[in-house]
């Protein structure tokens, strides 16, 4: 696999990050906690859908307390419309009990904490250290690790992999936004079938062909 130069990969970054300047998080949320449960309601379904069903999920269920005192059927009706809701209802049940259990209801600040709560893995902690206690954290999702891949930033054939290479490519203040900008030009330009390579910022430097 071949990767841009260290000099096309400065221009390349700079170029996405001019590109989406605004580029940030696009779920809804008021609290780390709610943070916390909307990433773990956007596993395979879009921030959009998540969106949609949150706002009347945290009015009943503003912190962890609340949400593991809810009756699975409860949580399950509010967020019916989105994939897999049997099983994410019962890990927010879960995971809302192991905060309140092991960390008196709040979300931790630490990245070892995060994992060790059930259904937390790796990219979860990451968006949540970065969104909520504004750490510099790249989260590798399934965009950033196609893009990352895609445009030569690495080339690597696993997410932790990939989020390794990318920490030490980027300089460490422009983690959180390239994550961001990498996901929006993921979505918007750079889709997984069908990239808009007439349309987008990198062409002539990326290496996909
Ligand atoms: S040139 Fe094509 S493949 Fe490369 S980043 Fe742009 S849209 Fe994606």
Same mark, same amino acid.
């Given at each position: 696999?071949?990767? =841009? ?9 700079? =170029?996405?990050?001019?590109? /989406? ?11 780390? +906690? ?22 009347? !999920? ?6 962890? +307390? ?11 009706? #509010? ?5 897999? /809701? ?5 890990? =927010? ?17 630490? /990245? ?20 909520? +206690?504004?750490?510099? @954290? ?11 891949? @895609? ?14 290479? =990318?920490?030490?490519? +980027?300089?460490?203040?422009?983690? @959180? ?12 330009? #750079? ?13 002539? !430097? #990326?290496?996909?062909?």
């Amino acid at each position: 696999m071949s990767l =841009l130069s260290g000099k096309d990969a400065k221009k390349a970054w700079e =170029l996405l990050l001019k590109e /989406y300047p605004d580029a940030g998080c696009e779920l809804d949320f008021d609290s780390a +906690f709610h943070l916390l449960v909307s990433v773990v309601l956007s596993a395979q379904t879009t921030d959009k859908a998540v969106n949609k069903v949150t706002p009347a !999920l945290f009015a009943m269920a503003p912190d962890a +307390f609340a949400m593991a005192s809810l009756p699975a059927e409860k949580i399950e009706e #509010c967020i019916r419309s989105i994939g897999l /809701y049997r099983t994410k209802a019962a890990n =927010l049940k879960k995971l809302s009990a192991a905060l309140c259990e092991e960390h008196g209801g709040e979300v931790p600040s630490e /990245y070892g904490e995060l994992v060790a709560l059930p259904g937390v893995g790796r990219k979860t902690a990451n968006v949540v250290l970065a969104e909520a +206690f504004g750490q510099q @954290r790249i989260a590798v999702d399934t965009h950033v690790f196609r893009l990352a891949n @895609r445009i030569g930033f690495v080339g690597e054939d696993d997410v932790v992999k990939t989020e390794e290479a =990318l920490m030490k490519l +980027f300089p460490k203040d422009i983690w @959180r936004r390239m994550h961001h900008a990498l996901i929006w030009h993921g979505r918007r330009v #750079c889709h997984a079938k069908n990239p808009d390579c007439d349309n987008c910022c990198l062409a002539g !430097l #990326c290496k996909h062909n």
